[in-house]
């Protein structure tokens, strides 16, 4: 399995939740019934989880965290980090402190960058 600086960069576990872009470099997509979201990372094993949606009729029922829970334990090695938006930043905040990601990059981000 290739790794980048010693930091392995394909999911470990639950393979069948990830996708790859070839035509988009270091990418990862997950998606569920309940919600998707995107991964980007680096070669120091720095990857930004963004465009993290739960859609609505499951918002409130730890999905949001099954999710991020899911891609933690795929990428055990990656420093995780977010953008938050003033609707999400409790949310992420909470992530921190439960240690299922690293960082947050920026609180309460109003407009989208493009990060492709």
Same mark, same amino acid.
């Given at each position: =399995?290739? @790794?980048?600086?010693?930091?392995?960069?394909?999911?470990? =576990?639950?393979? $069948?939740?990830?996708?790859? $872009?070839?035509?988009?470099?270091?990418?990862?997509?997950? $998606? #569920? #019934?309940?919600?998707? @979201? $995107?991964? +980007?990372?680096?070669?120091?094993? =720095?990857?930004?989880?963004?465009?993290? #949606?739960?859609?609505?009729?499951? %918002?409130? %029922? !730890?999905?949001? +965290? !099954?999710? =991020?829970?899911?891609? +933690? &334990?795929?990428?055990? &090695?990656?420093?995780?980090?977010?953008?938050?938006?003033?609707? @999400? &930043? @409790?949310?992420?905040?909470?992530?921190?402190?439960?240690?299922?990601?690293?960082?947050? +990059?920026?609180?309460?981000?109003? %407009?989208?960058?493009?990060?492709?």
């Amino acid at each position: =399995m290739p @790794s980048l600086h010693g930091i392995n960069m394909k999911p470990i =576990m639950y393979h $069948n939740k990830f996708s790859c $872009n070839p035509s988009v470099k270091n990418f990862y997509g997950f $998606n #569920e #019934e309940y919600g998707y @979201s $995107n991964m +980007r990372y680096d070669a120091e094993g =720095m990857m930004y989880v963004y465009n993290v #949606e739960v859609y609505p009729e499951f %918002q409130g %029922q !730890g999905f949001g +965290r !099954g999710m =991020m829970t899911i891609i +933690r &334990d795929a990428f055990p &090695d990656a420093h995780i980090y977010v953008d938050t938006t003033p609707s @999400s &930043d @409790s949310f992420w905040m909470k992530m921190v402190d439960e240690g299922i990601i690293n960082s947050i +990059r920026n609180h309460n981000v109003i %407009q989208e960058e493009d990060y492709y």
